[in-house]
């Protein structure tokens, strides 16, 4: 069984961003079967890597439509993303030194933030994004 398992419950209703979304879930399910079966750590190394610059790239894209259309929660938005940025880094920067291995701590906190994120600060902007074309 994944370890998250993507539900409608998750959608803000925009394609584009619950694509990433998907994408964000289907990455963070890779590096937890990786993790399961033992894998090398530069296996878990690249697949960390992966899922960082993904989600650098998905926050630029939120971010991208925050300055679009004056979004009025972007700045406290921007912030979560930066502290959830920074915490991944911290992290990938300790297994690169091989001072943690990936844990199941570790995982959900993954799972914990995304979650809350998506469902809680993300499916703020839904109506302000839709009202703007977005779908
Ligand atoms: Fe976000």
Redesign the pocket.
């Known amino acids: 069984m994944a370890f998250i398992t993507w539900t409608d419950a998750y959608s803000v209703g925009i394609e584009e961003i619950d694509n990433q979304h998907k994408g964000l879930v289907k990455l963070i399910n890779k590096l937890f079967d990786a993790m399961s079966d033992g894998q090398a750590n530069s296996i878990l190394n690249g697949i960390l890597n992966e899922l960082t610059k993904y989600t650098q790239v998905h ?1 630029a894209t ?1 971010e991208k439509y925050f300055a679009l259309y004056d979004y009025p929660e972007s700045a406290e ?1 921007i912030e ?2 930066l502290q959830f940025v920074n915490e991944v880094l911290k992290f990938k920067a300790q297994f690169e030194a091989g001072n943690i291995v990936l844990s199941f701590e570790v995982f959900k906190f993954l799972r914990g933030w995304l979650v809350k ?1 998506i469902q809680g ?2 499916k703020k902007y839904s109506q302000c994004f839709i009202a703007n074309g977005l779908k």
């Open positions: 926050f939120e938005h979560e993303h994120h600060s993300d």
